[in-house]
């Protein structure tokens, strides 16, 4: 069965600090791959999706990059965070293509505050 | 682009009544449409999807859901609440070609009143 594991699930981290999240899926191949933020516990941002390897689309410009080193891993990256950086960051992932049938699996979500 | 409305903020309702929370959405072609629940500082998970057959899906936890093509409606329905639903509903849906990304709605808060 597939999986995903998303670390850390909580990260305090100052203004100006660097940032690295990981998401890893497990049990399936060439997934599409997503980063959404969520800010105060309601809508979804999508920030970057991903069809492949060093494929990767950003969606909202700002001081966040995403890289795709591996089939079934995804970072997201920021050389220096800001206040406005502090949100819940989301993983998910879904089958090649897209959203088929079977739609998105989220991961468990890593909460951000930066200070 | 596809888009999903959930007009809504939030949804009371005490505890044993009947949930309804409501989404509206537009796409090209015939849609999936999905819902999911998020509890606090957690993942979104699934809870049911119509992609095709009958209108009236049912999922996880008791949910259904109706799909209602003249109204382009696809709400959510519990018959009886309980005190452990109070979360945040999302619906979701992806038009039948061309982009096959998922649009979200805003969200909805269900709080389930004891």
């Known amino acids: 069965s597939q999986t995903i594991h998303q670390w850390p699930a909580t990260l305090v981290q100052p203004v100006g600090s660097p940032l690295s999240l990981e998401c890893t899926v497990e049990?399936?191949?060439?997934?599409?791959l997503y980063w959404y933020r969520q800010a105060a516990g309601r809508g979804l941002q999508l920030l970057f999706y991903s069809i492949g390897i060093d494929q990767i689309s950003s969606e909202v410009p700002q001081n966040l990059s995403a890289s795709r080193p591996q089939d079934r891993q995804f970072i997201l990256s920021s050389k220096k965070l800001l206040l406005s950086d502090s949100g819940f960051y989301l993983c998910?992932?879904?089958?090649?293509?897209?959203?088929?049938?079977?739609?998105?699996?989220f991961g468990s979500g890593t909460r951000l505050t930066v200070v | 682009a596809q888009s999903v409305a959930q007009p809504e903020d939030q949804v009371n309702v005490a505890e044993g009544n009947p949930l309804t929370v409501k989404c509206t959405y537009s796409v090209s072609g015939n849609p999936y449409l999905f819902w999911y629940v998020q509890y606090p500082n957690r993942g979104l998970q699934f809870l049911l999807k119509y992609i095709t057959g009958d209108n009236l899906v049912k999922g996880s936890y008791g949910f259904e859901a109706e799909f209602n093509k003249s109204q382009t409606s696809f709400h959510l329905k519990k018959p009886s609440a309980l005190v452990s639903d109070s979360a945040l509903y999302f619906c979701?849906?992806?038009?039948?070609?061309?982009?096959?990304?998922?649009?979200f709605g805003k969200g909805n808060q269900v709080v389930v009143i004891p």
């Open positions: 979701a849906v992806r038009d039948g070609y061309g982009n096959n990304r998922l649009a």
């Open positions: 049990g399936t191949s060439n997934p599409n």
């Open positions: 998910a992932w879904s089958v090649t293509g897209g959203a088929g049938p079977y739609g998105y699996t």
